[in-house]
Nanobody, 113 residues
Framework: VQLQASGGGLVQAGGSLRLSCVAS????????MAWYRQAPGKQREWVAG???????NYADSMKGRFTISRDNAKNTVYLQMSSLQPEDTAVYYC????????WGQGTLVTVSS
């Protein structure tokens, strides 16, 4: 199983970014996926999750600002982030559990004030 995340970058407060994570080495369409993030000096935290049939859940601080989605034809999960704030600065990781944890390499999102 491999997860390849991309889409991070530098954005001003109030801006938007879309992260992508391409999965390989598994049957993507039957798997739930998730995004986590880790801010400097803080523990990694769960951001959002999506089930194999498209059901979604979000951490409270992301509700209404972040949208997780998937394209099974492209083996890709997305995280659309809007109204970004400096406290959203973090490395964002995609995640899947198949008998064990798998993490993407992370993509850095920096939000300037």
């Amino acid at each position: 199983v491999q997860l390849q995340a991309s889409g991070g970058g530098l954005v001003q407060a109030g801006g938007s970014l879309r992260l992508s994570c391409v999965a390989s080495g598994m049957i993507f369409s039957i798997r739930s996926m998730a995004w986590y993030r880790q801010a400097p000096g803080k523990q990694r935290e769960w951001v959002a999750g999506i089930t194999n049939n498209g059901g979604t859940n979000y951490a409270d601080s992301m509700k209404g600002r972040f949208t997780i989605s998937r394209d099974n034809a492209k083996n890709t999960v997305y995280l659309q982030m809007s109204s970004l704030q400096p406290e959203d600065t973090a490395v964002y990781y995609c995640y899947i559990f198949i008998r064990r944890e798998y993490w993407g390499q992370g993509t850095l999102v920096t939000v300037s004030s």
